[in-house]
């Protein structure tokens, strides 16, 4: 089991920044990839980005290249997203998802991770 809890979602500007966290227990942290995803209203959850167990490989979506980093910090159970130069179209709930199996690196499909956190929501005005 692992409980996978989001903080830092917020209102902000186009342009703004937002760091989102995400605290994790119940197992050892660090062997699991971890993931976030968003999901806009009316649409299906997507990937975002993703960080290997060590924090030494990343994957991003295209969508966010550039503007968004992913990291972790194993001694504190934590996998953090930067988001700078903020778009509206980055409005979304946000989840972190750990992938207990790591069989696949890069993840980006859900179904590949067994455990979601209850999402943070982002809100970007134009």
């Known amino acids: 089991q692992v409980q996978l809890v989001e903080s830092g979602g917020g209102l902000v500007q186009a342009g703004g920044s937002l760091r989102l966290s995400c605290a994790a227990s119940?197992?050892?942290?660090?062997?699991?990839?971890m993931g976030w995803f968003r999901q806009a209203p009316g649409k299906e959850r997507v990937f975002v980005a993703v960080?290997?167990?060590?924090?030494?490989?990343?994957k991003y979506a295209d969508s966010v290249k550039g503007r968004f980093t992913i990291s972790r910090d194993n001694a504190k159970n934590t996998v953090s997203l930067q988001m700078n130069s903020l778009k509206p179209e980055d409005t979304a709930v946000y989840y972190c998802a750990a992938d207990i199996q790591g069989g696949i690196f890069p993840a980006a499909a859900r179904a590949l991770y067994e455990y979601w956190g209850q999402g943070t929501q982002v809100t970007v005005s134009s």
């Open positions: 119940g197992r050892t942290f660090s062997s699991v990839n």
């Open positions: 960080i290997n167990r060590s924090g030494g490989n990343t």
